[in-house]
Antibody
Framework: EVELLESGGDLEQPGKSLRLACGVS????????MSWVRRSPGKGLEWVSS????????YYADAVKGRFTISRDNSKNTVYLQMNSLRGEDTAIYYC??????????WGQGTLVNVSS | QTVVTQEPSFSVSPGGTVTLTCTLS?????????PSWSQQTPGQPPRTLIY???TRSSGVPDRFSGSILGSKAALTIAGAQADDESDYYC??????????FGGGTKLTVL
């Protein structure tokens, strides 16, 4: 069974930083790109960032480019999202996901990030 | 900026059939975009129902089906049940590592 477990969500002030982590089990981690997706209050799902299986390639939505950094440690089966210069509009539940494509998708339970002074 | 559009809301009677659709502002949908459909109920994470246009995820009942209808991606739910009442999101793989979600459809079963 594939499991993804996020951690690191918290209440943080605007301008500050947070680091999310996601541990993955049940699949050959390094074979797959991994992603972060968020859902803000009253809004739909929004793709945030993806990283290739090797970690050599990273991709970001315009809303977070230059502020967020995705990374992975294949020896620990873990993917990270470093979130800097946080803004109120970053408030959301952040989901770690192996997004569907030509193979099935898997989702974590999510971790809440609340950016407020 | 490419936008994915879904019906904001839809209603279906119990036992009825409903087709939700997704359009791409840049043009017709094709299998190249690997359209997928995920279901999300309040307080729960998303669950992928359909991937790669029309492949059901493990454990998903066969009353859920995906297709391309004309220029749109489509999710058809046959024999709708009360617990199908959820938000449904389509997603396209846009290439070069980028993915794009639709705004979601809120399905009511009544």
């Amino acid at each position: 069974e594939v499991e993804l477990l996020e951690s690191g969500g918290d209440l943080e002030q605007p301008g500050k930083s947070l680091r999310l982590a996601c541990g993955v089990s049940g699949l050959t981690f390094s074979d797959y790109a991994m992603s972060w997706v968020r859902r803000s209050p009253g809004k739909g799902l929004e793709w945030v960032s993806s990283i290739s299986g090797t970690g050599d390639a990273t991709y970001y939505a315009d809303a977070v480019k230059g502020r967020f950094t995705i990374s992975r440690d294949n020896s620990k089966n873990t993917v990270y999202l470093q979130m800097n210069s946080l803004r109120g509009e970053d408030t959301a539940i952040y989901y770690c996901a192996k997004l569907p494509g030509s193979s099935p998708g898997y989702w974590g339970q999510g971790t809440l990030v609340n950016v407020s002074s | 900026q490419t936008v994915v559009t879904q019906e904001p809301s839809f209603s279906v009677s119990p036992g009825g059939t409903v087709t939700l659709t997704c359009t791409l502002s840049s043009g017709s949908v094709s299998t190249t975009y690997r359209p997928s459909w995920s279901q999300q109920t309040p307080g729960q994470p998303p669950r992928t129902l359909i991937y790669n246009t029309n492949t059901r995820s493990s454990g998903v009942p066969d009353r859920f089906s995906g297709s391309i209808l004309g220029s749109k991606a489509a999710l058809t739910i046959a024999g709708a049940q009360a617990d199908d009442e959820s938000d449904y999101y389509c997603m396209f793989y846009m290439g070069n590592g980028f993915s794009l979600f639709g705004g979601g459809t809120k399905l009511t079963v009544l």
